[in-house]
Nanobody, 119 residues
């Protein structure tokens, strides 16, 4: 089992910045992919950004150029630096970790952290 704990959410003005952190603990022998998803009220959960072992990243079009995902393997932590925030970025942001063991894909989720962008 892998436990994920997010931090760093909050209220920010449009144009501002926030950095989310997600610390993994537990049976973290192999985490192949870590990422951030978000869900706004009345909307489906959507992928924000992922980082794959080796460092390759992928972003939703809506956040490209504004958000940066990074991972500190020594600390088992993934970060999401969010700049130039817009009201439409308001959502609950959740951390996800994927571990593939003996051909079985295991998905783990954090509890989520609220990000509100408002003037």
């Amino acid at each position: 089992q892998v436990q994920l704990v997010e931090s760093g959410g909050g209220l920010v003005h449009p144009g501002g910045s926030l950095r989310l952190s997600c610390a993994a603990s537990g049976s973290i022998v192999s985490i192949d992919v870590m990422g951030w998803y978000r869900q706004a009220p009345g909307k489906e959960r959507e992928l924000v950004a992922v980082i794959i072992s080796g460092g390759r990243t992928n972003y939703a079009d809506s956040v490209k150029g504004r958000f940066t995902i990074s991972r500190d393997n020594a600390k088992n932590t993934v970060y999401l630096q969010m700049n130039s925030l817009k009201p439409e970025d308001t959502a609950v942001y959740s951390c996800n970790a994927v571990s593939v063991v003996a051909g079985t894909v295991n998905n783990f989720w954090g509890q989520g952290t609220q990000v509100t962008v408002s003037s």
